[in-house]
């Protein structure tokens, strides 16, 4: 078993419509926790980041973490075709080592 | 300012012949990671230096595979023969030392290789 699942979908939806991308995890140790954004042929990006549980907004964006549960969320509102890309979570417990998720590759029709 | 730069882009070479990638991290990064992405999948760390040092190497295959980062700054990751399973894109990262767990890394564009 991987330490951190991801669907790699594809995942493909309209323009303006909400987006959830998750991610569970086996690491109880896990503190930190990412998302990256990837366009094709480029590396990835950090789109926001976590520290434990609870959630968190940047613009039409917010990530959730339930420790609990294990498990995360990336919710896009108002998903707009730019935000076409492959989804990767990661996480770290504080030895500067990402784990990452498969990724999920996101489509937004217009 | 300029963000991690990685050279070559592509690569495309015979197995059994040695290559090596180029990584220029980001100013003042004093952490500085090789990740290997194969198609599909997520990053997986090969080797992670603070400054000169190799702090976390565990995933680097040694028989084949080597590192340098010579005076803390750019690094040079080399692969010495190439088989058909090295195929993937290469990616650098670099943060600033003590960074949150490594939260902050940011990543080049990558080299793409491909072994026939």
């Known amino acids: 078993q991987k330490e951190v699942e991801q669907d790699p979908g594809p995942l493909s939806v309209p323009e303006g419509a909400i987006v959830s991308l998750n991610c569970t995890y086996s690491n109880s140790a896990f503190q930190y926790f990412m998302w990256y954004r990837q366009y094709s042929r480029k590396g990835p990006e950090l789109l926001m980041y976590?520290?434990?549980?609870g959630n968190k907004e940047d613009g039409r964006f917010t990530a959730q973490v339930d420790k609990s549960s294990k498990y995360i969320s990336l919710f896009i509102r108002d998903s707009q075709p730019s935000d076409s890309a492959t989804y990767l979570c990661?996480?770290?417990?504080?030895?500067?080592?990402?784990?990452f998720g498969q990724g999920t590759r996101l489509t937004i029709n217009p | 300012e300029a963000g991690v730069v990685q050279s070559p882009r592509y690569k495309i070479i015979e197995k059994k012949q040695p290559v090596a990638f180029w990584c220029n991290p980001i100013?003042?990064?004093?952490?500085l990671y090789w990740y290997r992405q194969n198609l599909g999948q997520g990053p997986e760390l090969l080797i992670r230096?603070?400054?000169?040092?190799?702090?976390?190497d565990s995933q680097l295959p040694k028989d084949r595979f080597s590192a340098e980062r010579l005076k803390g700054v750019d690094s040079t990751l080399k692969i010495q023969p190439a088989e058909l399973g090295d195929s993937a894109v290469y990616l650098c990262a670099s943060s600033l030392e003590g960074s949150r767990a490594g939260t902050e890394a940011f990543f080049g564009q990558g080299t793409r290789l491909t072994v026939v």
């Open positions: 230096y603070e400054n000169e040092e190799a702090v976390d």
């Open positions: 990661a996480m770290s417990w504080g030895a500067q080592k990402l784990v």
């Open positions: 976590t520290y434990s549980s």
């Open positions: 100013s003042g990064h004093n952490t």
